[in-house]
């Protein structure tokens, strides 16, 4: 079965709607997740040739994000060689420290496991589960008719 382009438009637009809906949910258990408004900016989709619909993001760092790691990690996106100067660091009283970044990524801190989140796959199946009646709908439509 076929879909026209605007119904995966209209999947493509839900889809995004939805991630976006889970990453903010996610932000609030993690502090791993960007809470800088471009990390939402930084996702698209487009709807490619065979009816695919593609997800894509522009931020640096997403299959950190998105797959995890599988035991400690150096953290080279927070290195004066990457651009960064200081880092802010929240203590458990509330109050801030600013450390100075390494040099370059053989001096990096290393993070003892980032933790692998699943807002795509969520987000996906919320679409999913929100068209599914407009795609049984349209397989019934499109289903060839019997003649009596």
Do not use: C
Request: aromatic share 14%; hydrophobic share 40%; proline share 5%.
């Amino acid at each position: 079965m076929k879909f026209d382009r605007d119904a995966l438009e209209a999947f493509g637009k839900t889809w995004l709607k939805y991630l976006k809906e889970e990453i903010r949910k996610d932000a609030q258990k993690s502090t791993f997740i960007p809470r800088d408004p471009e990390f939402l900016k930084s996702f698209s989709y487009a709807v490619e040739s065979g009816g695919i619909i593609a997800m894509y993001s522009t931020w640096p760092w997403l299959d950190i994000i998105t797959n995890g790691t599988r035991g400690k990690y150096k953290m080279a996106w927070l290195t004066q060689d990457a651009g960064v100067n200081i880092v802010p660091l929240t203590q458990r009283d509330g109050s801030i420290q600013f450390r100075t970044a390494p040099l370059n990524v053989g001096k990096a801190w290393v993070h003892p496991k980032i933790a692998k989140h699943t807002f795509i796959a969520r987000s996906y199946e919320r679409a999913f589960e929100y068209h599914y009646d407009k795609v049984i709908q349209a397989a019934i439509d499109s289903a060839p008719k019997k003649k009596r």
